[in-house]
């Protein structure tokens, strides 16, 4: 039956498919649509409210009627989970496989294919082609729509990162990448697409820089807030603000009026009360804005981080100062920072 539906997509394809064995490549399929049909089964999803389309080396999995708003996301970290059992499991690194995930949303219409089966077309499912092409084995990318609807909820706060991608023709759109700290089977890596050769390394702009400087100097601090939860949401914003302020204190003459600052208790309280005043805080508030400040002022950056689970951009990496002396030698020197740290 033809018409239009909101259709939530899982897509995936089997990594370095063709470097395996015909027998191979055929005993891969058969694991992976049990490992789908078991996956469905997990998550409480009908065969009738899904539509299955085969590509070859992937399949591209349609939930159509499910109400449930992180389905497919589920749906995709139970397909890993039963991925990485599989390969617990199996001696023959032929019969062993990965693959990776691209999730997305949207009205997309209801067709019936040469076959006479169910099928889908439009944006929603291209889109959602484009964000797996994007990733690597064993991980998951997700379509701005979806992240949109995703990223306030609180199971799934600071679990994505940004990246800005090209499509055909140039055109650009967004991708997150899911990163969790309990996720079997996930790669929580960056996607090779998005890790930029050495010569291509972006410039540190003037505000990572800083960041990086304040966070170093602070670093102690930070590390004994451990036990608060609200510890890395709350560094991220007071050392984006004392960053800014930095910037703007460049241009600042000693006979001018005092230059209008962002930071709470700047010039008068120490890093210690700044962070206690940002802790009272409404959480949400916190949340929202350091992860705006993660996504659209430092991912570009997120090698120059530590990563646990997932990236801490409270914390900075040896490679961040590496970077700061490279890019900034002048504001490393200006901070006292020495080229190397000790990681805690």
Request: proline fraction near 3%; charge should be negative.
């Amino acid at each position: 039956m033809n018409g239009t539906a909101y259709v939530r997509y899982v897509f995936l394809d089997t990594v370095e498919f063709t470097k395996k064995s015909v027998e191979a490549q055929s005993d891969v399929v058969e694991m992976l649509n049990t490992t789908v049909i078991s996956a469905l089964e997990a998550v409480s999803v009908s065969l009738g409210q899904t539509i299955l389309i085969p590509t070859g080396d992937g399949i591209a999995i349609a939930l159509t009627g499910v109400a449930d708003v992180d389905v497919h996301l589920r749906l995709a970290l139970e397909i890993l989970r039963l991925i990485a059992k599989h390969n617990a499991t199996t001696d023959d690194s032929m019969r062993r496989f990965e693959v990776r995930i691209g999730i997305n949303e949207n009205h997309d219409n209801l067709v019936v294919d040469v076959n006479g089966k169910q099928n889908v077309a439009g944006l929603g499912i291209s889109m959602a082609q484009r964000i797996m092409d994007k990733a690597d084995g064993g991980q998951i990318l997700v379509g701005h729509s979806v992240f949109e609807v995703l990223r306030g909820r609180e199971k799934y706060l600071s679990s994505f990162r940004r990246y800005e991608a090209t499509g055909k023709h140039g055109i650009t759109f967004n991708v997150h990448q899911f990163v969790a700290d309990d996720a079997q089977g996930l790669s929580t890596s960056a996607p090779s697409a998005f890790s930029p050769k050495q010569s291509e390394r972006p410039q540190l702009s003037k505000f990572a820089a800083y960041y990086i400087a304040h966070a170093v100097v602070n670093r102690d601090l930070l590390s004994e807030k451990k036990d608060e939860p609200m510890r890395d949401y709350v560094g991220v914003v007071l050392l984006a603000f004392l960053a800014d302020d930095s910037i703007d204190a460049e241009g600042v003459l000693p006979q001018e009026e005092p230059m209008i600052v962002r930071t709470w208790g700047a010039g008068s309280s120490i890093f210690e009360e700044q962070f206690e005043h940002y802790l009272d805080t409404d959480f949400w508030v916190l949340a929202e804005l350091a992860s705006s400040i993660e996504s659209y002022r430092l991912s570009r950056y997120s090698e120059c981080f530590e990563r646990g689970a997932a990236r801490n951009y409270a914390f900075v990496s040896p490679v961040g100062i590496q970077r700061l002396h490279a890019d900034w030698p002048g504001i490393a020197k200006q901070f006292g920072i020495e080229p190397t740290i000790t990681t805690s």
